[in-house]
């Protein structure tokens, strides 16, 4: 299925592979025989077929079926990982009854859509599993009392590659999707995480955020500030995400740290900063160096450079303070998307090397 106008295919989520993996593993349970390919039902008309991958029966008490998650052309960490579960017969009346396997997390701090001590397995992939878990048992006769266990190999590897770590979520991966599609270069995932780190730095009373381009924009901030972990968002080239959901979901005090690149976009109103979807505007870097009094021969210069570095070094060489200028109107910026919102924001600007150039 490829994306209209792009000609970039569509994948299925964690929890599509898990729905399917669950149907097919309780069809079997059932009736002895493992559909395959097996057929789920999705949001928005979708009925997507999936190959089976593994299959193992234990009839009467259990059934496992894997399959092998296709992320389309998305660059997903969980591409090609075998999403497996296994469905056990239940108690009488305990309906579906959710478990992490291998390679799938369990919640370990508050502030995520599930309570402490959960499986990972988040409500949207929860729902449909229940939905074709309970339309297997009407079509062949089950109860529908099951106890679904979700695993992913090598998930607790490729869990190192994801926030899980930092938002409490342990042993492995979550079991995510909303509509059990993956949109290539939607980002989804990597926005979801911004709002869940949010999330658990307020359930962990944290007073001051800090929104972060990269490692080295991370770790100054976390040395400047003192913050814990759990307070730094790694919100890549993401701010408008971070700063929209701060609107909705205040804390008292956002830091904002970036390259000069990065933040000069964001100085220039850009909310994605990534260098596909937004440039750095030499013209807009030489009209603040001239209102804010910089030589004509400045003017000219950062006009015509290369770089946002090379205008950062060419005002630095000349004594002009461009980090403090780019970081006041990131802030300007930053102020505007929040609307009032009762967040103090600073902006810290560095170079490469991670030296502090410019703050607001």
């Not at 395959?36 to 991958?53: K, M």
């Not at 492995?172 to 979801?192: A, E, F, K, R």
């Not at 000069?260 to 013209?283: M, N, P, T, W, Y």
Request: glycine share 14%; net charge negative.
């Amino acid at each position: 299925m490829s994306r209209e106008g792009s000609g970039l295919r569509h994948g299925w989520t964690t929890g599509a592979c898990a729905t399917a993996a669950a149907t097919a593993a309780y069809t079997a349970l059932l009736t002895g025989e493992f559909p395959d390919p097996v057929t789920i039902d999705l949001p928005n008309d979708r009925h997507p077929s999936f190959a089976l991958a593994r299959e193992a029966l234990v009839p009467g008490a259990e059934a496992t079926v894997g399959i092998v998650k296709d992320a389309g052309d998305d660059p997903d960490v969980t591409h090609g990982a075998l999403v497996s579960s296994r469905v056990l017969l239940g108690e009488p009346g305990s309906g579906t009854v959710f478990r992490a396997g291998a390679g799938v997390g369990t919640v370990t701090k508050p502030g995520l859509p599930l309570a402490v001590g959960e499986p990972a397995i988040n409500p949207m992939p929860r729902q449909f599993i229940t939905e074709h878990v309970a339309a297997v048992a009407a079509r062949h006769g089950g109860t529908g009392d099951v106890v679904v266990e979700v695993s992913v190999e090598d998930g607790e590897e490729l869990a190192r590659r994801t926030w899980n770590p930092r938002l409490g979520i342990l042993g492995g991966l979550s079991i995510l999707g909303t509509t059990g599609v993956v949109v290539p270069y939607s980002c989804s995932s990597w926005i979801d995480s911004i709002r869940r780190g949010i999330d658990v730095a307020r359930a962990a009373g944290r007073t001051h955020v800090a929104g972060c381009t990269g490692s080295t924009s991370e770790r100054v901030a976390q040395e400047l500030h003192g913050l814990p972990e759990d307070a730094l968002l790694d919100m890549g080239d993401f701010a408008g995400a971070v700063l929209k959901y701060l609107r909705r979901h205040p804390v008292p005090r956002l830091t904002v740290a970036g390259g000069i690149g990065k933040l000069a976009k964001l100085a220039e109103g850009h909310l994605d900063l990534h260098s596909g979807r937004s440039q750095v505007s030499f013209e807009a870097l030489a009209t603040l160096v001239r209102d804010a009094g910089g030589a004509p021969s400045l003017v000219e210069g950062v006009r015509g450079a290369n770089t946002a570095l090379d205008a950062l070094q060419q005002c630095s060489a000349a004594g002009f303070p461009l980090g403090d200028l780019v970081a006041a109107g990131a802030r300007d910026t930053a102020l505007g998307v929040l609307r009032g919102a009762p967040v103090e924001v600073d902006v810290v600007v560095i170079d490469r090397a991670g030296t502090i150039v410019g703050r607001a």
